[in-house]
């Protein structure tokens, strides 16, 4: 499984953001899907979680009530969408893959895959 994630940009306090992760390979829907994110220095950090269907989602506290992950697997594709955005948003953004399918997974150990990450900037 290979995972593409784009969407990233420099943008104001306040603003929305809407990142992608797209995965290749016919087991997507298989697969819990998560985001995290990571500054210079500090360790990766838990964002959010959504299980194989998309039915069971699992928030950070730093980011819940203006986040929502979801998921398309027709598209092969995870969605991140961040509202009211905060300065301290900013970090390069990971998506992964688990083959938990079900499984709640905040930590970086129980996923397999990793994308490339995608820089969101969020000035003041």
């Known amino acids: 499984v290979q995972l593409q994630a784009s969407g990233g940009g420099l943008v104001q306090a306040g603003d929305s953001l809407r990142l992608s992760c797209a995965a290749s390979g016919r087991t997507f829907s298989r697969l819990a899907m998560g985001w995290f994110r990571q500054t210079p220095g500090k360790e990766r950090e838990f964002v959010a979680f959504i299980n194989w269907s998309g039915g069971s989602t699992y928030y950070a506290d730093s980011v819940k009530g203006r986040s929502t992950i979801s998921r398309d697997n027709a598209k092969n594709t995870v969605y991140l969408q961040m509202n009211s955005l905060k300065p301290e948003d900013t970090a390069v953004y990971y998506c992964?893959?688990?083959?938990?399918?079900?499984?709640?997974?905040?930590?970086?150990?129980?996923?397999?895959?990793w994308g490339q990450g995608t820089q969101v900037t969020v000035s003041s």
């Open positions: 992964a893959a688990s083959r938990r399918p079900n499984g709640l997974a905040t930590s970086t150990a129980l996923y397999d895959y």
